[in-house]
């Protein structure tokens, strides 16, 4: 995202509604204190290596800090990401 969107996005549920987050974004949205991605943009830009392999990721979640890191492993312990 450009500097300038970013300043134009007043909090992140302005954010979760501009990219069309889902359930699963929108929760990590509130887990986190960095940022949480899940445009087509950047899920095709995360889903490819130097491999031949391609999978989608449903959202890509940048860490602000350490906290952000411990929060989404702790969210995922508990559980929330289970289909």
Not at 33 to 51: E, K, P, W
Not at 54 to 64: G, M, T
Request: glycine share 8%; net charge positive; hydrophobic share 45%.
């Amino acid at each position: 995202m450009r500097k300038n969107q970013i300043g134009n996005m007043k909090n992140k549920s302005e954010k979760v509604a501009a990219d069309g987050f889902d359930k699963l974004t929108t929760c990590l949205a509130k887990v986190v204190r960095g940022d949480v991605f899940a445009g087509i943009l950047h899920r095709v830009a995360y889903s490819t290596d130097a491999s031949i392999y391609r999978i989608l990721p449903e959202c890509i979640i940048a860490p602000r800090d350490v906290g952000d890191i411990v929060a989404v492993v702790k969210y995922a312990a508990a559980g929330a990401l289970r289909d």
